[in-house]
């Protein structure tokens, strides 16, 4: 059973930056993709950002290219998720996920085998 426990995140004003971590045991994890999900209340999951396996590829939504940044250091078994000049629009639950096999980003929220329980991201306007 791989475990993911998220940290960081909290209250920030619109402009501002917050850092989300992921970190993961029970596992391979220099061999799991990964990912950040956000889900709004009555809102549907969403993809935020990926990373393959090796750091090689990521993914960024649209929405947060050129404010988000995501990185992995296999050596410490962590995933990180820094996010600046955040908005309003960026307030939601985040989600760090990881997917088994494969060795590319991926985007969808059933291409991931494991969940963190998530963490707060809330932007004043």
């Known amino acids: 059973q791989v475990q993911l426990v998220e940290s960081g995140g909290g209250l920030v004003q619109a402009g501002g930056s917050l850092r989300l971590a992921c970190a993961a045991s029970?596992?391979?994890?220099?061999?799991?993709?990964m990912g950040w999900f956000r889900q709004a209340p009555g809102k549907e999951r969403e993809i935020v950002a990926a990373?393959?396996?090796?750091?090689?590829?990521?993914y960024y939504r649209d929405s947060v290219k050129g404010r988000f940044t995501i990185s992995r250091d296999n050596a410490k078994n962590t995933v990180v998720l820094q996010m600046n000049s955040l908005k309003y629009e960026d307030t939601a639950r985040y989600y760090c996920?990881?997917?088994?096999?494969?060795?590319?980003?991926?985007?969808?929220?059933?291409?991931?085998?494991?969940w963190g329980q998530g963490r707060q991201v809330t932007v004043s306007s």
């Open positions: 996920a990881a997917r088994l096999l494969g060795g590319g980003v991926y985007i969808k929220a059933d291409d991931y085998d494991y």
């Open positions: 029970g596992g391979s994890f220099s061999s799991y993709n």
């Open positions: 990373i393959s396996w090796s750091g090689g590829s990521k």
